[in-house]
């Protein structure tokens, strides 16, 4: 069973906000809080590599994601974006967008957006991997988010687990693990399956091999 590892925010209309909305029935949500914990992220990532990276999905109860448009303003600019097919925000602020925090407006109803916030791994993309070293890079990433203060910081403890999703284009979706030739575990016709280091099996092994370079590795 996979455990999800996210936190869900509803993505309403303030009052603070409402007064300076064209609209009361349209959701929206001050930009330090769209995007909860990315300045703590920005302030350690000018001054090292990070194994890990925050992640800003949207959903809907109405629309597919794509049908989203956020906007909003910004020293004498507009800004407007919309999330990927799945949902994911490409978009990122700047510190000074951050620390300013304009009201991000959105195009659709008041309560119907939900946020989630997921941490992902920076990994090569590839399709053979050392345990060991996707263990190592999983626990950087682990301390790393413990070290952050704030919303980030829950997701350091008591998961072991890395989730590795393939790429739409990927139709032979195969995975395994392997200790020397023999196969611990493997698995096929899965969009994402998960490494689970609190297995000992998984930990002793040597390599997991893919029929596609994953896409996207999460912590789990």
């Known amino acids: 069973m996979l455990r999800l590892l996210c936190i869900v925010f509803s993505f309403a209309l303030s009052g603070a906000a409402?007064?300076?909305?064209?609209?009361?029935?349209?959701?929206?949500?001050?930009?330090?809080k769209l995007f909860e914990g990315y300045d703590k992220y920005l302030e350690k990532s000018a001054k090292e590599e990070l194994a890990l990276m925050p992640v800003y999905t949207?959903?809907?109860?109405?629309?597919?994601?794509?049908?989203?448009?956020?906007s909003f303003h910004y020293q004498d600019q507009d800004y407007t974006f919309a999330p990927e097919t799945d949902g994911r925000l490409r978009f990122r602020p700047t510190?000074?967008?951050?620390?300013?925090?304009?009201v991000v407006f959105s195009n659709q109803p008041k309560d119907s957006l939900a946020l989630t916030l997921s941490i992902d791994v920076a990994i090569v993309s590839r399709?053979?991997?050392k345990i060991d070293d996707l263990h190592d890079r999983v626990h950087q990433a682990w301390g790393e988010a413990k070290s952050f203060r704030g919303v980030?910081?829950?997701?350091a403890p008591n998961h072991s687990g890395l989730k590795?999703?393939?790429?739409?284009?990927c139709t032979d979706r195969q995975w395994s693990v392997l200790k020397g030739s023999k196969v611990v575990v493997s698995g096929?016709?899965?969009a994402a399956f998960v490494l689970d280091?609190?297995?000992?099996?998984?930990?002793?092994?040597?390599?997991?091999?893919?029929?596609?370079?994953?896409?996207r590795f999460s912590l789990n």
């Open 197 to 215: 280091f609190g297995e000992k099996k998984i930990r002793k092994a040597d390599h997991v091999m893919l029929s596609c370079r994953p896409y």
């Open 152 to 155: 980030l910081s829950v997701f």
């Open 95 to 102: 510190a000074d967008m951050l620390e300013a925090n304009p």
């Open 58 to 70: 949207l959903s809907s109860k109405l629309v597919e994601p794509s049908e989203i448009e956020l």
């Open 164 to 169: 590795i999703a393939f790429p739409e284009s």
């Open 188 to 190: 096929e016709n899965e």
């Open 18 to 32: 409402a007064a300076d909305a064209d609209g009361d029935d349209v959701s929206s949500i001050p930009l330090a």
């Open 127 to 129: 399709t053979k991997y």
